[in-house]
C-alpha cells in the first residue's frame, strides 16, 4: 500500500472503533493515564500492521485483540521492573467521583459509595476474572468476542464469569452493599 492509501484506510478501519477501544483500553489499565498511552500504542503498532489490517474481516475484534496482547505484555513488563507509581484514583480531580453527578447531593454520595464499593471488589479479583467481568458486563462484548480478544475457550471465558460474578457477590454480600 502507497502513503497516500494509508491515511484514509487507517481512518476507514480503525477510527469507527476509537470509544469502544478507548473503553477498553480504560477498563484494562484502570486508569485514565495508563490508558491513553495503552490506546496510542495500540494505534501506532495498528498503523505499522495496516497492510495486515486491510484484509482482516473484523477489524474491531482484531484491534480488541491486538490491544488486549499489548496490555498483557507490559504488565509482564511491569512485574518484572517491580516498580511503584502513584496510583491516579488518589490524585484530585478525576477518578471515581468524576462519575456521580444528578444534582441530589444525598443520591450523588449514595451513588459513588456504591461505586468506590464495586470498584474496591473488582480490584480484589483476578486480571482474568476482571478483564472477562468487565468485558462482558460493562463493555457489552459477548463470549465469542471475548473468547477471540483473550485467546481462551468459550468455555473457559463463561466459567471466569460465573466465578467473578460468585466473588463479586460474596465480596459485596460481606461488604454490606448489596445484602
Known amino acids: 500500500m502507497n502513503d497516500n492509501d494509508?491515511?484514509?484506510a487507517f481512518e476507514r478501519l480503525v477510527r469507527p472503533h476509537f470509544d469502544r477501544l478507548y473503553r477498553l483500553a480504560f477498563r484494562l489499565a484502570g486508569q485514565r493515564a495508563e490508558?491513553?498511552?495503552l490506546f496510542?500504542?495500540?494505534l501506532i503498532k495498528a498503523y505499522g500492521m495496516l497492510d495486515d489490517l486491510v484484509t482482516v474481516d473484523?477489524?474491531?475484534s482484531w484491534l480488541s485483540r491486538v490491544m488486549y496482547n499489548l496490555f498483557i505484555d507490559e504488565r509482564r513488563r511491569f512485574r518484572r521492573r517491580r516498580m511503584h507509581l502513584v496510583d491516579e484514583a488518589f490524585l484530585p480531580g478525576d477518578g471515581i467521583e468524576a462519575l456521580a453527578g444528578t444534582d441530589d447531593p444525598v443520591r450523588d454520595r449514595e451513588r459513588?459509595?456504591?461505586l468506590r464499593q464495586l470498584d474496591a471488589a473488582l480490584a480484589q479479583l483476578s486480571d482474568e476474572h476482571r478483564v472477562v467481568?468487565?468485558?462482558h458486563?460493562?463493555?457489552g462484548y459477548k463470549m465469542e468476542e471475548i473468547h477471540e480478544l483473550m485467546g481462551i475457550p468459550v468455555g473457559t471465558v463463561k466459567s471466569r464469569l460465573h466465578r467473578a460474578r460468585a466473588r463479586l457477590r460474596e465480596i459485596l454480600t460481606e461488604g454490606g452493599t448489596f445484602s
Do not use: F, N
Open 6 to 8: 494509508r491515511k484514509p
Open 112 to 114: 459513588l459509595e456504591t
Open 40 to 42: 496510542q500504542e495500540l
Open 133 to 135: 467481568v468487565l468485558l
Open 35 to 37: 490508558a491513553e498511552d
Open 137 to 139: 458486563d460493562t463493555e
Open 58 to 60: 473484523e477489524p474491531g
